[in-house]
C-alpha cells in the first residue's frame, strides 16, 4: 500500500503524499490514494517480500489486487515478529560502523535504534532507550546521500566529508523530513566521537557504561558490547559468547578497525527466532 501512494509517483508525488500525510496522517492517506489506484484497474498484483532478521527472504507472496490491503496486513505482522533487534533494549552508546541508502531509506533502522525524528507525525518509541547514538561511516553505494544522519548525535569526519547536501537535502525535502537530514556534532575521527559520546551521558565511570557496536542495523548477528552487560547476559539462551573483554582497538589515526565482532557476542539463527517469536 505505501508503495503505491508514495513510490510511484516519484519525487512530486512522495512530496505531494507527505504534504498530506502532515495534515492527515499515514493511514487514512496511504489507504486513500492506494485504494484509488487500485480502482483504477492498473494494478496486476502486488508482490510482497517479507525478510527475517538476517536480511533473507522470508517469503514472497503475489497478491492479486483485491487482496493485497487485508493480506499486506497479515505480512506485516509476520515481518515485525522476524525484524531484526539488538541484544538489549537499552544503552548508553550505540556505536554504528556504517550508515547508507543500501541499509536502510533512513541510512539506519529506525525500530532497530528506537529514534524517529518526525515529530510532526509520531512520538519517539519506548524502546529501545539509546542515549547516544554514533556514526562512524557512509557506504559508497548511497551515493553522499546520508538521509537520516541527523538521527545520530555524533559521527565522525569521514562521514561528514562523504555528504552530497544536494542528494541528502532532496530526499529530506520531498519527504518532509528536515531533522533527519540535520549534521550532527562531527569529530576528527571514531576516538574523540567515542569519548565525547560517553562523557555527554552522565556521572557515569567509563567501565560501568552499557555501550553496544554494530556494523549496521542489517547485520545483528553479531554485536560487540561492553563488560556493563555481563550480568544481563546471564542465563541468556539466545545469546553465546565469542569472546572473552578487550580494549577497544584504534589505529594510527585514531579510527577503529572495520567491524568483525572478536569481542562480542552473536545469536544463533534458531534461538534467536524463538526469542523473537515470543
Known sequence: MKMMTIGLGKQRGAANCHQAILSYGYPRVIQTVARTLLRTGKVLCGVAVVENAYAETARVAVLPPGEIEDKEKTLLKEAKKLAPRLPFDHADVLIIDEMGKDISGTGF???????????????????????????????????????????????????????????????????????????????????????????????????????????????????????????EMSGREDLEILAEARPMLFDAMDNLALFEAPAGLTTSEESRVNREVE
Open 109 to 231: 533502522d529506525t525500530k532497530v535504534v528506537g529514534r524517529i525524528h518526525q515529530p510532526l507525525l509520531a512520538d519517539e518509541p519506548r524502546s529501545p532507550r539509546i542515549k547516544r547514538i554514533v556514526v562512524r561511516d557512509l557506504t559508497d553505494n548511497s551515493d553522499g546521500n546520508a538521509d537520516g544522519v541527523g538521527m545520530a548525535d555524533f559521527i565522525s569526519r569521514r562521514l561528514a566529508d562523504k555528504i552530497d547536501r544536494q542528494a541528502l537535502y532532496a530526499n529530506a525535502i520531498a519527504g518532509l523530513e528536515p531533522e533527519r537530514a540535520k549534521i550532527p556534532v562531527t569529530l576528527d575521527n571514531d576516538r574523540e566521537a567515542i569519548e565525547v559520546a560517553m562523557r555527554s551521558v552522565g556521572l557515569a565511570p567509563a567501565q560501568g557504561l552499557a555501550i553496544l557496536r554494530i556494523r549496521n542495523t542489517l547485520h545483528l548477528g553479531e554485536v560487540d558490547v561492553s563488560v556493563a552487560y555481563r550480568d
